[in-house]
């Protein structure tokens, strides 16, 4: 498939407005002019959509494709949810607007879902309240590691470490590091944390324990009572993690069960689509204690029902963002959650823990299973032994079906992390589950066969790492 650059034409143009008469006072100053034209392409409109539709159908989407993705809820989103993020009343808003005096009156739309919104994840999560300008799943770890800090400097507290599962997401290290904590790894036994394993790594200087629950084996951690007893007897804070939380809508509120921060990926548990790096939302939830670390603006409601932005926290971490998140991808999920209301969402987990399970039995005598037991909304699988799980990777992309997470968690050799979500049916994980018998099947017949695929897809395995360093952006037209 050519470029834009190489489709070029000279003179060729799309249907462009007449140009206008610009006054002396409207143009630029020569030196910010161009010497020379941009070298952009010369194509018509219909060369332009064209190009740009079938580029489309080369990528692998929701829309178009089965996407298994493990630990990443790559589920469909509703395409209603689209037409109310495009409403004018929304999108022609300026972010300023809420700050200009005399001007907000054309802002309380907004800023009530805004504040709505806090009140629905509160209630989902049995959080005292919420921040909503995190701008995605790790940039919400970070903001929880920075209201732990906050919340033990407030105290006098001397502590330096968190304490994370060798199941977590690799962002949870890397969110504690970066805001100044001393990562201490915990093992898992059987698949999740031991008591007596966090009892070993815990002292005066832990300030908190971060945990996915359920974990990424999609074992659902069921001695979290005695974590939280342990972790209170030392003034310890307990963080969830919920890139996994689409497991417990309407079934666990992560408040209730002792859970001192959250943050939630708005991007995958409630329907916006997160592919090709964004954008992305995760709110950051606290209990009533770190309340007063929050970031701000936050909104707050006036006693004649208005609202406004409040800036009079004077324990608050500041700002974590650029005026309050990414607010189109909140008003997609705000509304996700009205439309399925409380029962909606407690049917979204029954069925994505149902079709988990479904799959990893159709699959237990295709893929080794690590876990013998039920899982929750996900579970992990192995390479038949002789095979690699890149290679059934790479053999799925032929299959039309999206490669599963592969090689994580870290703690599985080979693995497949498979994740169907509630919105696929059984026809399709039916069919899921053939593939993967016959790419097992070719595999074990001939391994060499299966170490070159895919062999269908518009571009076949190419060295990533030379791809990432060595970019080719522009294109010479000379």
């Known amino acids: 498939m050519n470029t834009l650059f190489a489709d070029s034409r000279p003179g060729r143009t799309g249907a462009l407005p007449r140009r206008p008469e610009l006054r002396a006072a409207d143009m630029l100053p020569p030196s910010l002019l161009r010497k020379d034209r941009p070298r952009l392409p010369e194509l018509s409109e219909l060369d332009v959509v064209r190009h740009f539709t079938r580029l489309s159908q080369r990528n692998y989407s929701v829309d178009a494709n089965c996407y298994p993705l493990g630990s990443c809820t790559m589920k469909y989103n509703p395409k209603f949810m689209e037409y109310v993020a495009s409403l004018p009343g929304f999108t022609a808003l300026h972010p300023l607007m809420a700050q200009l005096r005399g001007a907000g009156h054309y802002t309380q739309g907004a800023l009530q879902i805004l504040w709505e919104m806090e009140r629905l994840l509160c209630e989902i999560t049995g959080m005292a309240a919420f921040t909503l300008q995190p701008m995605a799943g790790a940039h919400g770890e970070f903001t929880g590691a920075m209201l732990i800090a906050a919340y033990h400097r407030d105290r006098g507290n001397k502590k330096n470490k968190i304490l994370i599962p060798d199941s977590a997401h690799g962002t949870n290290p890397a969110s504690a590091t970066l805001a100044g904590f001393e990562v201490v790894n915990i093992p898992s036994r059987d698949g999740i944390l031991d008591p007596d394993d966090l009892e070993a790594a815990l002292d005066d200087t ?239 017949a001939s391994p060499d066969d299966l170490a070159h695929a895919p062999y269908h897809t518009p571009v076949r395995r190419l060295d990533e790492t030379l791809a990432a360093r060595s970019m080719v952006l522009t294109e010479d037209m000379a």
Do not use: W
């Open 206 to 444: 832990v300030a908190a324990l971060m945990m996915t629950c359920p974990n990424t084996l999609g074992l659902f951690e069921n001695r979290l009572p005695a974590l939280v007893e342990k972790l209170r007897r030392v003034d310890a804070l307990l963080y969830y993690d919920g890139a996994n939380m689409n497991a417990i809508l309407g079934k666990m509120r992560v408040g209730d069960a002792g859970f001192d921060v959250v943050h939630l990926n708005l991007h995958k548990t409630f329907g916006t689509p997160h592919g090709g790096g964004g954008p992305g939302a995760g709110p950051v939830g606290v209990s009533a204690r770190l309340e007063p670390f929050l970031p701000v603006s936050r909104v707050a409601r006036q006693q004649d029902g208005s609202f406004c932005l409040d800036y009079d926290h004077p324990k608050s971490i500041g700002y974590i963002a650029p005026f309050y998140g990414n607010f189109a991808v909140v008003l997609k999920a705000y509304a996700y959650i009205l439309r399925l209301g409380r029962e909606g969402l407690r049917r979204a987990s029954e069925y994505a823990v149902l079709n988990a399970n479904y799959l990893r039995k159709r699959l237990e005598t295709i893929l080794d299973m690590p876990c013998q037991r039920l899982c929750m909304h996900e579970f992990v699988a192995s390479a038949p032994q002789g095979l690699r799980a890149l290679d059934i990777a790479k053999a799925m992309l032929d299959g039309q079906v999206h490669a599963p997470t592969v090689y994580f968690p870290l703690i599985v050799p080979e693995c497949l992390m498979f994740e169907p979500t509630e919105t696929e049916s059984k026809q399709t994980l039916d069919a899921l589950a053939e593939l993967l018998d016959e790419i097992v099947r070719r595999g074990q």
